[in-house]
């Protein structure tokens, strides 16, 4: 009864910029952490940031002083500033939060992705 869906991605020239969300909605009555991953093709899925619930942020090195990542807590909706970008950004980034429902159930939600082509 959780959803997470991205928006924002697109195709960008290497040196551009990009900003994607992630909106969640549904059973919702609170949200800890909420991060980025990339799914670049033929590779793994890996962290790119993590913002707490209090806004702590980290950041995987290779976007450290690029990428920004934030939230609205009022609109369960996190957010991920690129900017600089290069080839090696390109992949389908995918949302992920920490939920907890009304019922107290905490779960690990994930949304569907949004495709980032970064063209040099």
């Known amino acids: 009864q959780v959803q997470l869906v991205e928006s924002g991605g697109g195709l960008v020239q290497a040196g551009g910029s990009l900003r994607l969300s992630c909106a969640a909605s549904?059973?919702?009555?609170?949200?800890?952490?909420m991060s980025w991953y990339c799914q670049a093709a033929g590779k793994q899925r890996e962290l790119v940031a993590t913002?707490?619930?209090?806004?702590?942020?980290n950041y995987a090195d290779s976007v450290k002083g690029r990428f920004t990542i934030s939230r609205d807590n009022a609109k369960n909706t996190v957010y991920l500033q690129m900017n600089s970008l290069k080839r090696e950004d390109t992949g389908v980034y995918y949302c992920?939060?920490?939920?907890?429902?009304?019922?107290?159930?905490?779960?690990?939600?994930w949304g569907e992705g949004t495709l980032v082509t970064v063209s040099s």
């Open positions: 992920n939060a920490v939920v907890t429902s009304w019922n107290g159930i905490r779960r690990i939600q």
């Open positions: 549904g059973n919702i009555f609170r949200i800890n952490d």
């Open positions: 913002i707490t619930s209090g806004g702590n942020t």
